[in-house]
T-cell receptor, first 112, second 112 residues
Framework: DAGITQSPRHKVTETGTPVTLRCHQTENHRYMYWYRQDPGHGLRLIHYSYGVKDTDKGEVSDGYSVSRSKTEDFLLTLESATSSQTSVYFC???????????FGPGTRLTVT | GENVEQHPSTLSVQEGDSAVIKCTYSDSASNYFPWYKQELGKGPQLIIDIRSNVGEKKDQRIAVTLNKTAKHFSLHITETQPEDSAVYFCAASMGSARQLTFGSGTQLTVLP
């Protein structure tokens, strides 16, 4: 998984609670991304980062926020989880000099 | 924004036969087209990619072709093996941070 870890790998939480997912890389890549994967939808971009403290919204950003205070860490926060945010979340990284994206192992989040 | 359509959604082939998966994209500004393989419970794995200035790229049993005029690209797998069974995703990339838009995936089953 190209030096990418995600934590936790599984989480069950209740509606209305805050949740933070962590992505950690050891590749020193410039770009980091958060995607969600749902049946029939492929992967959809939530937020991305093009450097420390530089982030922007993706296709499905409502209800999510992100932060990147260090090159190696990219955090995804659900301020108040809803059942529609039950999904598998993937982090990806990409080098400054290329176009490739490499994905982490994923976090399965269930909101009850 | 970009829209990527992928066909077929499921594909079954006999071991040793070839498999072809096709994708179309909507935005002519897209200039990078990766293909990912995803096994059950794992993150997507980059298997081959192509830039918009190249028409074809091959890596052993896998090849990708791109028709910029028609805005479609295809994945070709020859001499399929049971371990090729997985979900395959196409994607198109554009933007300063190389954001990816994914197709909805193809479940490939190679029958022994």
């Amino acid at each position: 998984d190209a030096g990418i870890t995600q934590s936790p790998r599984h989480k069950v939480t209740e509606t209305g609670t805050p949740v933070t997912l962590r992505c950690h890389q050891t590749e020193n890549h410039r770009y980091m991304y958060w995607y969600r994967q749902d049946p029939g939808h492929g992967l959809r971009l939530i937020h991305y980062s093009y450097g420390v403290k530089d982030t922007d919204k993706g296709e499905v950003s409502d209800g999510y926020s992100v932060s990147r205070s260090k090159t190696e860490d990219f955090l995804l926060t659900l301020e108040s989880a809803t059942s529609s945010q039950t999904s598998v979340y993937f982090c990806a990284i990409g080098p400054a000099g290329g176009w490739e994206q490499y994905f982490g192992p994923g976090t399965r989040l269930t909101v009850t | 924004g970009e829209n990527v359509e992928q066909h077929p959604s499921t594909l079954s082939v006999q071991e040793g036969d070839s498999a072809v998966i096709k994708c179309t994209y909507s935005d002519s500004a897209s200039n990078y087209f990766p293909w990912y393989k995803q096994e059950l419970g794992k993150g997507p794995q980059l298997i081959i990619d192509i830039r918009s200035n190249v028409g074809e790229k091959k890596d052993q049993r896998i090849a990708v072709t791109l028709n910029k005029t028609a805005k479609h690209f295809s994945l070709h797998i020859t001499e399929t093996q049971p371990e090729d069974s997985a979900v395959y995703f196409c994607a198109a990339s554009m933007g300063s941070a190389r954001q990816l838009t994914f197709g909805s995936g193809t479940q490939l089953t190679v029958l022994p």
